[in-house]
């Protein structure tokens, strides 16, 4: 299995042979009083299993399908609901960034920017977010092939920027589903750095919306993570929310906060068999 190089954030050791970190929370942030629920139930959890935990949820979707769609709280109000679950459970925060002018903003507030699937191969957004020199997670593109994030990496590397995460979310098959095919992590992997499989994105069906139970077959969540785990990711991404039915974005794709530690229990199992710890 390749080695990556370490991507350390918070105290938090991603790649290179380490355990499989966290990254989770609710999709879109909807109330504080949601956020800072979902953070401390997932940070209590973190706690009891030692598996390293950074927390996300996006201050604004702007890739929704419809204008009625909720979009989030906006930059501004969503990166002070960030910040203090930052500053009261003592974990790292990341969340997408959309346009260059926020990067510099939200690099103030986040220990890892993300740039979105649909925006990895926008040149200007990847490059003003890297010259924040913060950790970068890059989802891959549905429409891109592992080998793509080649490209996507040199951007980043251009500005002197090599704290990279590299994200697989699935690829499109047909018009609705996404199919994620294993052999896209060793893949990414051989780049040098750690690889993140974001589970819950993929089993969303598009074009059918979230709130719809057809939009999206959560009962494969547990699968598809296992056999990321057993591939030798570096880092799962779950999104999750204490009553998925009533979220207002991925309803119908997020794992429900109460099924989580049942399931991280058995992907590390798998990770220390993967990785001999």
Known sequence: MHK??????????????????????????????????????IKKISEKLNIGFI???SYAKDNRSSVQNYYGPGLEKGLRILEKVKKTFDVPVLSDVHYPEEAKPASEVLDILQIPAFLCMQTKLTLEVARSQKVINVKKGQFLSPEDVKNIIGKIESVGNNKIL??????IFGYHNLVVDMRSFP???ATGY?????VTHTVRVYGIPSKDPRGGRPEFIEYLARAGVAAGIDAIFIETHPNPKEALSDASSMLPLDKLEE???????IDRIVKEL
């Open 166 to 171: 590299l994200t697989e979310r699935g690829t």
């Open 263 to 269: 399931l991280l229990v058995t992907l590390l199992k």
């Open 55 to 57: 927390f996300k949820s």
């Open 187 to 189: 893949i990414m992997r």
């Open 4 to 41: 990556t190089r370490v991507i350390e954030v918070g105290g938090i050791k991603i790649g290179g042979g380490n355990p499989i970190a966290l990254i989770a929370g609710p999709c879109v942030i909807e109330t504080e009083d949601i956020v800072m629920h979902t953070a401390e139930r």
């Open 194 to 198: 750690p690889v993140v499989f974001d």
